[in-house]
């Protein structure tokens, strides 16, 4: 019996959010629906991150931006992606971006890079620490060469670790 477990088997009722017994036996109102969205608004106010710290992000694009176009020229370009990029950061999280047109298309179809390919990334990805660091950009940043390498590092004006 899966209930022992804290699991609920397939096709057991569950009660609705909130309680007040089964949907059927209760009114469905407006009311409950504007409760619910009030609670969720309240709750993304206080985990997303403010104006002020949208602001900063933005800035520290432009910032990074301008160091890649020194290292790579500007055809380079960094693009952000993942929480930030989609709307469900959360305040004081990590930063993370992509920086295109610095290496040629891939020609692996299996969909990772060749040991050759991940060499050439990491050097890129040295060149462009390196020049963080003797801009200043940077209190700490290490290049990791992982199945995907990155920079992993923390902005020296912000304080905001990106990735």
């Known amino acids: 019996d899966c209930r022992n477990a804290g699991q609920v088997p397939l096709g057991a009722?569950?009660?609705p959010y909130g309680g007040g017994g089964h949907p059927e036996e209760r009114a469905e109102s407006?009311?409950?629906?504007?409760?619910?969205?009030?609670?969720?608004?309240?709750?993304?106010?206080?985990?997303?991150?403010?104006?002020?710290?949208?602001?900063?992000?933005?800035?520290?694009?432009?910032?990074l931006q301008q160091i890649v176009g020194r290292v790579f020229g500007p055809h380079a370009k960094v693009f952000l992606f993942g929480s930030r990029?989609?709307?469900?950061?959360?305040?004081?999280?990590?930063?993370?971006v992509v920086v295109l047109g610095v290496v040629g298309n891939?020609?692996?179809?299996?969909?990772?890079?060749?040991?050759?390919?991940k060499d050439q990334i990491v050097q890129h990805l040295l060149a462009l620490n390196r020049e963080m660091?003797?801009?200043?950009?940077?209190?700490?940043?290490?290049?990791?060469?992982?199945?995907v390498p990155i920079i992993k590092c923390v902005e020296r004006l912000t304080g905001i670790q990106v990735d």
């Open 85 to 96: 990029a989609n709307g469900l950061a959360l305040a004081g999280g990590d930063v993370d």
């Open 30 to 63: 407006g009311a409950d629906w504007a409760a619910l969205n009030a609670e969720v608004d309240t709750f993304l106010a206080r985990v997303s991150p403010d104006a002020g710290e949208q602001r900063q992000v933005a800035e520290l694009l432009v910032r």
């Open 13 to 15: 009722e569950v009660p």
């Open 106 to 117: 891939t020609r692996s179809t299996s969909g990772q890079f060749t040991r050759q390919e």
């Open 133 to 147: 660091q003797a801009a200043g950009a940077v209190t700490t940043s290490k290049v990791v060469a992982a199945k």
